[in-house]
């Protein structure tokens, strides 16, 4: 077995320089990240941050140079994929007002498209008077011998309010496809030969979910289910390339996959449930592997030789978190990410064309972070006050003693969600300032049965709430931390959890910090029925138990409880904020400042939920930090 490391020719192009500040470091976007491989094998493209500019860089994996370099300047990028080896398509997005279309304020997604060629970058459909020319999904590729062409839909307005599918000639920008649907159309199959031949018809306000089979205008439905939260999809083909593969509740909740044919018979797929990753096949489409993450990521193969090839991709990087991230064609070369514990994630390249397997190191996503600047994480289980079975991740401060800490609770957005023992660069940051962290599991993340998750619900502001604070003190009587020196800090459902924390279940936090928190739960809503759909807002009455016992939209709202915050509070929230409204952390403002109690509110301009921009990130460690330590400091 031979490592050949080619991360030297990268160092021009993707060193930032040192930063005079560790908390910068930890903040900083990815060095390198949307990693995709292309078909061939031969090429790699991904989005370098070269001092806070984003670059889409098309690579020769042979040669060892870019071939193709086009900046694009604080362009939030979704996602990236390969159509042939001449064009890149990227997903970028921008947060807009669509109101021409019915649309206040969403995250409008905009495929572009690199030449490899000319290194310019372009709109892969230009608005037009109908449409405008942005995707309601990502893109999906289909390619033909030397030919690609990329397919996603856009809304259109003709008077209906319905979807068009186009299929597009990347290298020339030529529409082969433009089919008009009803809004109700969310899902495509698209064959491996460029027809669509299945489609998702979902009826938010029925909570109808049906498959129609078919090319062209005639369609049979074939099956059809009740799907109240809108949780069955229709998502590609299956193990056999023929059958339509579907996302559905299984009966006990869970998320499952199961196989379609043409009569409508339903075969549940006998593996896990709630898969991370689904991967299918480059040329045939069929699925081939669903991957799950945890403690250990691992996979479910439905290829023998991709199996054969992940084992032995196992046996090159021993004691490594691995996750397969992309293959070709021929799945000869297998692109793989990889974390340690002194290793915040890198990228290889791992190629079977050879006697045996040559691993290439591609590039690393946090290049100013050295093995001493990481701290060690560990997994924690304990049990809840009414028995329940609980875990998360503790991250202890590198080179003090595990003993009377300060502590840092870290709560997960979603609620249903889960945190893991990978790289995680907020926790990182806060430990690097000596703070120990905790991230709890709490009951309602999706990680265990649909017992554990439905245990959830209700239960905001309630027992959700003191699983994390049975975590305090249970690290306080392992003697790790100091349970009089403890602070909160979460973003959405976290940053809720956060103002819950000063606010419901009081006594145990010094501070509280809430980034894009939710604090009225009435509010938000009210909210979701006026710009949402039917589907999300019977998910979130039952989540927050508003379905059965609507007071608890009261009850459980930190902004309507200001008056009992124990603790100074935090509040910073992105203007551009499309799933939480930025009013949520006004309205707790205007609360705390009512009630007379201490707090501090930083608006984040041009910030979306999702903290896409590096200066963002940063600013919002420096403020948590800066507010930490007055309140809470580590020495």
């Known amino acids: 077995m031979r490592i050949w490391i080619a991360a030297a020719a990268f160092a021009a192009l993707l060193s930032g320089g040192a930063q005079a500040a560790p908390l910068d470091a930890y903040g900083r976007l990815p060095a390198i990240s949307e990693v995709a491989l292309s078909s061939n094998g031969e090429r790699l493209a991904f989005v370098a941050e070269v001092r806070d500019e984003r670059r889409v860089v098309a690579f ?332 998360g991740y503790l991250t202890l401060p590198r080179g003090r003693q595990a003993k009377a800490l300060p502590l840092i609770v870290l709560p997960h957005g979603g609620p249903e969600a889960h945190d893991e023992p990978g790289f995680d660069w907020w926790s990182q940051g806060l430990a690097s300032r000596g703070y120990a962290v905790l991230r709890v599991n709490f009951r309602g993340s999706d990680h265990k049965d649909v017992a554990f998750r439905d245990a959830g619900f209700g239960e905001w502001g309630g027992k959700m709430q003191t699983d994390l604070s049975d975590g305090v003190r249970h690290l306080a009587k392992e003697g790790i931390i100091d349970p009089k020196r403890v602070c909160i800090v979460g973003a959405s459902y976290g940053g809720y959890a956060a103002l819950a924390g000063a606010t419901i279940d009081t006594g145990v936090y010094r501070c509280a910090v809430s980034v894009a928190g939710v604090s009225d739960l009435k509010a938000m809503l009210a909210e979701e029925k006026v710009s949402g759909d039917g589907s999300g807002l019977r998910y979130w009455r039952r989540f927050m138990g508003a379905d059965k016992n609507p007071e608890l939209a009261v009850a459980r709202s930190p902004a309507r409880l200001a008056a009992k915050a124990d603790a100074p509070i935090l509040l910073m929230h992105g203007r551009d904020d499309t799933v939480v409204p930025y009013d949520q952390s006004t309205r707790m403002a205007e609360a705390l400042k009512a009630a007379g109690k201490p707090y501090t509110l930083v608006p984040l301009d041009n910030e979306d939920h999702w903290l896409s921009r590096e200066a963002t990130r940063q600013r919002m460690l420096t403020e948590t930090v800066t507010f930490v330590e007055k309140h809470n400091p580590p020495n």
């Not at 942005?134 to 209906?160: C, L, M």
């Open 60 to 391: 020769d994996i042979k040669s060892g140079k870019p071939v193709a370099t086009a900046r694009l300047g604080a362009t939030k990028v979704r996602g990236i994929d390969w159509a042939g080896d001449q064009s890149v398509i990227v997903l970028t997005s921008t947060t807009a007002g669509l109101y021409r279309y019915g649309v206040d304020l969403i995250e409008w997604e905009q495929p572009q498209v690199l030449d490899v060629k000319t290194g310019k970058v372009s709109l892969l459909l230009k608005p037009q008077r109908s449409t405008p020319g942005g995707a309601r999904h990502r893109p999906v590729v289909r390619e033909y011998g030397d030919h690609s062409t990329v397919y996603f839909d856009s809304a259109i307005n003709t008077g209906q309010m319905e979807v068009v599918m186009f299929g597009i000639d990347p290298a020339n920008g030529r529409v082969s496809m433009s089919y008009i649907a009803s809004r109700k159309v969310r899902d495509w199959i698209i064959s491996p030969e460029g027809e669509i031949i299945g489609r998702g018809v979902y009826d938010a306000d029925e909570g109808a979910f049906k498959v129609e089979a078919g090319k062209g205008r005639a369609w049979k439905t074939i099956y059809s289910a009740e799907s109240s939260i809108g949780r069955t999809h229709l998502i590609g083909l299956g193990r056999d390339g023929a059958k339509f593969l579907i996302t559905r509740r299984d009966a006990d909740g869970r998320t499952g996959l199961a196989e379609l044919d043409q009569a409508g018979t339903l075969t549940p797929l006998k593996s896990p449930p709630d898969p991370a990753s689904i991967f299918f096949h480059r040329k045939t489409q069929a699925l081939v592997a669903l991957g799950y993450g945890g403690d250990d990521p691992r996979y479910a193969f439905y290829d023998r030789t991709l199996a054969e090839r992940w084992g032995a991709v196992l046996g090159l990087f021993p004691d490594s978190r691995l996750q397969l991230v992309d293959f070709d064609a021929d799945m000869k070369r297998l692109l793989v990410r990889v974390e340690t514990s002194v290793d915040a994630g890198s990228y290889h390249v791992v190629d079977f064309r050879g006697d045996e397997p040559t691993a290439l190191a591609v590039g690393v996503a946090y290049p100013d972070l050295e093995p001493e600047d990481l701290s060690e994480v560990s997994r924690v289980t304990f049990k809840a006050a009414d028995g329940l079975d609980l875990d």
